[in-house]
């Protein structure tokens, strides 16, 4: 028997983790009800965010690959966050004109697109490899230190912003989709395109727009995990398998669906390295995943496309 | 609309349509089903490429030209069968009708407009469009065309399609208070009740205009007849 003040912990650290699913999920939903792209991207752009940070980061310049030596910078990790997320941002929106809106229009467009994102994710990761070299990273800088203590609970101050930012980050974009110009046209697009052209919505600005935001969320998760985790270019495919997961799981263009998802994963993965082992984490998402499919095929909070 | 020619595919649909709305018009297109009449609305609201033929809208051909553009202009089309956003609010379905830079900044005003021509939906603001009866979300999408600034043609294609009687009387009140504000409106209808108003009619059948003169010339002459009684 596991003692019960065991069972609290992973309830916390489920909820962290959770938040960062989320922004990683909400990134890949977006993008795919809006633009109706699987983007494989996706955990490519996760890995850039973290090391554009950490380029900006650290305080000595250093040929770590082959190709650019580090800034020397020496940048605090809450200001290099904010030009890292821009250019995540601005590369999303080039892919999506540049890539992305060629293909879309030709035929089949999921298949093409979702053969081109995977390209784009492994050219980013030779690059990223090409000026940092393949080794692991680690930010110079701590966002945060020390715990705080409760009880028998623990959390750390990296935790806390983890969490912290990514609550605020997720509570502003449901601001933007509820209320603002862009928001309600992004929704609008999602759920009938011709419509949305009759009402005078510019498509093309939209999937810009979705791509982009899409990507900088892909990029602002990156930056919170690897403040916990090593950075190296092939990080950000075990969170593209997750966000994956939770969106389908979920039930994939709904966002309260992928909300509720990124949290049960996110626990049930805690309690199952609590209980076996950190490698049976990710099995058993997916495992969970197999299940609710074959009872519910549109995901939890799925509902049929019109 | 001159000499327009459009289609999908390799299928022709429309075979030449000249076809006019003046400014503060009242005009109707009637015909029966599959002979063109949705394809001449999508081709003047740009949904649609004509292959040849000119689109002319307060003197620019806008032939073409992207939807969103088109709309922008002052050329709303509102689709058949509504085509609310679903998952939005009757709320958001109406902001997402303003949405070009010049409407939003008005969106406030635009709104009290259309709760004068549509006070129903005043109260249903919050409820989710796929939740609205067939009636309400025909009212709900003419409203969300009319949110846009300087609208000065609407294309309503069978707004009365499925709708009950007394739904369609409540669908051409609301098109009798949008003339009353000076924009001209182009309804598409399969059957000739109901549009003896109209300034104009033309009939269409096979992608072309059979007939076309007042409402009263249309309505009685032997063209109409035929088309619908098969005399």
């Not at chain 1, 999303?92 to 053969?115: D, E, F, S």
């Not at chain 2, 009619?201 to 096979?206: A, G, H, M, P, T």
Request: positive net charge; charged residues 15%; contains cysteine.
């Amino acid at each position: 028997m596991v003692d019960s003040s065991l069972l609290l912990p992973p309830l916390l650290s489920g909820i962290v983790l959770g938040s960062l699913y989320a922004l990683m999920a909400m990134g890949l939903t977006l993008i795919y009800s809006t633009i109706r792209v699987l983007n494989f991207a996706h955990g490519a752009f996760f890995m850039a965010g973290a090391y554009i940070v950490w380029w900006l980061n650290t305080p000595s310049s250093v040929l770590y690959g082959t190709l650019l030596p580090t800034s020397g910078l020496a940048l605090p990790l809450a200001v290099a966050v904010i030009p890292a997320v821009l250019t995540i941002f601005v590369v999303g929106m080039g892919t999506q004109q540049a890539m992305i809106r060629p293909l879309v229009k030709k035929a089949n467009p999921l298949i093409t697109t979702l053969v081109a994102t995977l390209a784009l994710a492994t050219i980013l990761e030779s690059i990223a490899t090409l000026i940092f070299g393949g080794g692991r990273l680690q930010f110079a800088s701590e966002i945060a230190t020390g715990v705080i203590r409760y009880g028998g609970l623990v959390i750390t101050y990296a935790e806390l912003v983890q969490l912290v930012v990514a609550v605020i980050v997720l509570v502003a974009l449901q601001l933007f989709l509820k209320r603002s110009r862009y928001g309600i046209g992004m929704r609008a697009v999602a759920q009938d395109l011709d419509a949305a052209n009759l009402c005078g919505i510019n498509t093309e600005n939209v999937y810009m727009l979705a791509f982009g935001l899409g990507a900088a969320l892909a990029a602002v998760a990156g930056f919170l995990l690897t403040n916990i985790v090593f950075i190296s270019p092939d990080v950000g495919w075990t969170p593209l398998t997750i966000a994956f997961i939770v969106v389908v799981f979920g039930g994939i263009g709904s966002v309260s669906g992928t909300l509720l998802a990124s949290y049960i994963i996110a626990i049930v993965q805690q309690y199952v390295t609590l209980f076996l082992d950190a490698s049976w984490g990710l099995s058993f998402a997916f495992l969970l995943m197999i299940a609710v499919l074959m009872v519910r095929p549109r995901g939890l909070f799925g509902f049929k496309e019109v | 609309m001159q000499g327009v020619r459009a289609g999908y595919g390799q299928v022709e649909v429309l075979k030449g349509i000249d076809l006019e709305v003046k400014s503060g018009e009242y005009v109707a297109i009637i015909g029966a089903n599959g002979h063109g009449k949705t394809t001449i609305l999508r081709t003047a609201s740009g949904l649609l490429r004509p292959r040849s033929g000119r689109v002319v809208f307060d003197g620019a051909d806008i032939a073409g030209m992207p939807s969103y553009k088109v709309a922008e202009r002052g050329l709303i089309h509102i689709p058949e069968g509504a085509r609310l956003f679903p998952q939005l609010t009757v709320y958001e379905n109406l902001l997402a009708g303003a949405f070009s830079r010049a409407s939003w900044s008005e969106r406030t005003k635009n709104l009290e407009r259309v709760f004068k021509i549509f006070p129903a939906l005043a109260d249903r603001k919050g409820q989710l469009a796929l939740t609205l009866s067939g009636g309400e979300r025909q009212a709900v999408a003419i409203a969300r065309g009319m949110m846009a600034k300087n609208v000065k043609i609407i294309l309503i294609d069978e707004a009365s399609a499925g709708l009950a009687p007394i739904l369609i009387d409540e669908v051409y009140r609301q098109v009798a208070e949008i003339r009353k504000t000076g924009i001209g409106v182009l309804v598409v209808e399969q059957s000739p009740k109901r549009i003896s108003d109209a300034d104009r009619i033309y009939l269409v059948e096979n992608g072309e205009v059979r007939m076309s003169g007042t409402a009263k010339e249309v309505l009685e002459s032997e063209e109409v007849m035929q088309a619908y009684l098969g005399a």
